[in-house]
């Protein structure tokens, strides 16, 4: 019986020919935990007798939820990671360093065919580099950081292709919302998602991450691109699924015909096409997050950001991604257009994404976000209407105060 | 196990509103209990007495992976959840933190009755209508897991996974 690219990869690390339903101990590459869940799973290591993670360079700790610590109680939480990766010699990438999902990438932390378990359900972004990669609750991972294993069930795999090219101002974002709809809240839910097709050709590194990233939107176990078209720094063996492999359910996407999507408050399977909220007015955009807050999205910002102004009335908040993004958009001088047009910078992390600091929305007030998630309370105010599109989207509607198409505007770039 | 339920027949509660993430970052339990469901039903917590049951509808505790999700609902007082659906996470953790969830797809509990829960079984009666449900089946691992009180106790007792 052929295999999908997950029962490949899970059968490899099972060290047995698994499939779909199967129950397996597997052996995992590497292990991430972030300050909104490391404190308690260092805690319950602890209590399992752990001493030093079974891999200590491979145990990767991130601070980028409350970074830098906007209050002594998550100061404290933070200085709880530093003290044991200090005396573990884990892997630490401290505040300031970025998000997560973005590190484990970039720092070469995930590789394509590996199985990576992380304690953040966005976790499933390393699928964009066709790695086996999932979220877990902190005491799951306390158990890899003291066996090096975890237990799990095969999921059964949804194939989707992504056929065509996309129309500019169509981005990722927008695909991958597109793939939210058709499925829904909990429509690849205990199931994985594995994506291929002619699309994959015009999707770079950080889109494919844009479009792993939200397979836990639909519940997923994890949401594998296949490798046809990557491009990483170093070498690596591509896996694709088997001719004959098994699927619990296929779906063709025309990326062709795709307009901009928005979710609308309050969940991201709230799916619209641009046009039924054009106009909606807007008090504050949001750029960045393990969606969307790579180098190319605060490009593609720039480009309709440039030597213009925001709105009246609008704020713009940029969190790039990681220091490395930070980095160039500063020597590209992407940061400075942003900024000249009245967007304001907080430092590489979560910054508002999950309503800790750093721009928690008031009362009735509407957000365009390039975030993953809009659930009631997400950016800390649960009476606040959070929207979610892509950059493309966010820019050009800050420009103008109100959600607007940025077709136009992306059609005038290109040409 | 007799326990009074709180039913909220609401489809996919996600895990900001079990407890939202700026009151996720500490160590201290009983803040989690008191701001558990709060953007849901203000009044949840003091409503809640020891060993009372919480019921809802599909894919409870969709979202994020926050463990501090199942901890609230435990340390709030909750002795389990049912469910016609659960997250994936959210359903691992629970199991792992020692809160017994029982998913019964086709359920119609009303607010305010009693139930007898048979978590050996999966079996959950109503004591208002003598209405008796089965739960879906979990994979023997996890049974092990709530048997010994959760995931550190399972670990620290047998060191590694036994399928
Ligand atoms: S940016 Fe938002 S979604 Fe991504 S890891 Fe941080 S809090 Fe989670």
């Known amino acids: 019986m052929g295999q999908t690219i997950v029962e490949k990869i899970l059968s490899r690390h099972a060290g047995k020919d698994v499939e779909a339903s199967d129950l397996a101990i597997v052996n995992v590459d590497a292990a991430m935990a972030t300050d909104a869940s490391a404190p308690f799973a260092i805690k319950a290591f602890r209590e399992m007798g752990g001493k030093k993670p079974w891999n200590p360079e491979r145990m990767v700790f ?48 995930a590789h394509p065919g590996e199985l990576i378990i992380g304690a953040d359900s966005h976790s499933v972004t390393y699928g964009a580099i066709g790695a086996f990669s999932t979220g877990v609750g902190a005491t799951d991972l306390a158990a890899v950081m003291l066996t090096g294993k975890t237990w799990l069930k095969v999921p059964p795999t949804i194939r989707v292709e992504l056929n065509g090219r996309p129309n500019p101002g169509v981005q990722s974002k927008d695909i991958i919302l597109a793939v939210v709809e058709k499925l829904g809240m909990d429509g690849a839910t205990y199931k994985a998602l594995e994506y291929s097709g002619s699309a994959l050709e015009y999707l770079s590194l950080g889109g494919r991450m844009t479009i792993a990233n939200m397979a836990v939107e639909m519940g997923g176990k994890a949401g594998v691109i296949e490798t046809t078209g990557l491009e990483l720094p170093y070498d690596f063996e591509h896996i694709h699924p088997d001719s004959d492999a098994n699927y619990i359910a296929e779906y063709s996407i025309d990326i062709s015909a795709l307009r901009p999507k928005v979710s609308t408050p309050h969940s991201p399977a709230n799916v619209s096409d641009i046009d039924e909220v054009l106009g909606t007015k807007i008090d504050l955009v949001f750029l960045g997050t393990c969606t969307n807050g790579r180098l190319e999205d605060l490009h593609t910002a720039a480009s309709i950001l440039k030597k213009k102004k925001l709105a009246p009335g609008v704020r713009m908040i940029v969190t790039p991604a990681s220091r490395k993004v930070m980095n160039a958009a500063m020597a590209d001088g992407t940061m400075n257009i942003l900024s000249d047009a009245g967007a304001m910078f907080i430092p590489p992390g979560c910054g508002p994404c999950v309503g800790t600091h750093l721009g928690v929305p008031a009362d009735s007030e509407t957000i365009l976000s390039t975030a993953n998630r809009n659930f009631p309370g997400r950016m800390g105010n649960p009476k606040a209407q959070v929207f979610l599109s892509s950059p493309a989207t966010v820019a050009a509607s800050a420009l103008k105060g109100e959600i607007t198409d940025p077709t136009e505007v992306m059609e005038e770039i290109i040409s | 196990m007799k326990g009074k339920v709180h039913v909220y027949d609401v489809d996919n509660i996600d895990t900001d509103r079990i407890i939202p993430g700026k009151y996720t970052k500490t160590l201290d339990m009983s803040v989690l209990a008191e701001h558990c469901l709060e953007d849901l039903d203000e009044s949840f917590n003091s409503k809640v007495t020891k060993g009372d049951i919480l019921v809802a509808g599909e894919n409870f505790g969709c979202g994020s992976s926050r463990e501090q999700a199942p901890v609230a609902i435990k340390v709030a007082g909750i002795y389990a959840v049912i469910a016609k659906s659960f997250a994936r996470i959210f359903y691992r953790n629970a199991i792992n933190v020692g809160l017994p969830i029982l998913e019964i797809a086709d359920h119609s509990i009303s607010p305010g009755i009693e139930l007898d829960i048979d978590l050996q079984s999966g079996i959950v009666k109503d004591l208002a209508s003598e209405k008796v449900y089965q739960s879906a089946k979990m994979p023997k691992v996890m049974i092990d897991i709530l048997e010994a009180g959760g995931l550190v106790s399972y670990l620290s007792k047998y060191g590694d996974y036994k399928l």
């Open chain 1, 62 to 109: 991130v601070i980028d939820h409350g970074a830098p610590a906007p209050n002594e109680r998550i100061a404290n939480l933070h200085k709880i990671i530093r003290e044991f990766t200090t005396e573990t010699g884990s892997t630490l990438f401290d505040a300031g360093s970025g998000i997560c999902h973005q590190i484990m990438i970039d720092e070469e932390q």
